[in-house]
């Protein structure tokens, strides 16, 4: 069975930004409490449904958030909220290079 909806993790907008370009994506009002951090962009390539969530950014400080904790909220929330059938969480917010890759 194809996947219908794609989930992408991205912990940084700087990471995220050439891939919400490069796919056309556009924000959107996220249907999670909009006074938590994670930012969302969707849109539609190659027939599949793609949900782009940014983990946000720290009010105080004004940078990316990023680590396990900010990962896991907006992967919670994007799951919840949407009807995802493959997550892929890549760059900061998957650990690539701790990983080996």
Known sequence: MANRRIGIV??????????????????TPAPWDDRLPPRLWTGTHAGVEIDLVWLGQDDRHGVDLIGTSAATLATTLLLTHRAIDLVISAGTAGGFVSRGG
Not at 10 to 27: D, G
């Open 10 to 27: 991205k912990a940084m907008l700087a990471e995220a930004s050439p891939l919400i370009k490069r796919l056309e994506l556009r924000e």
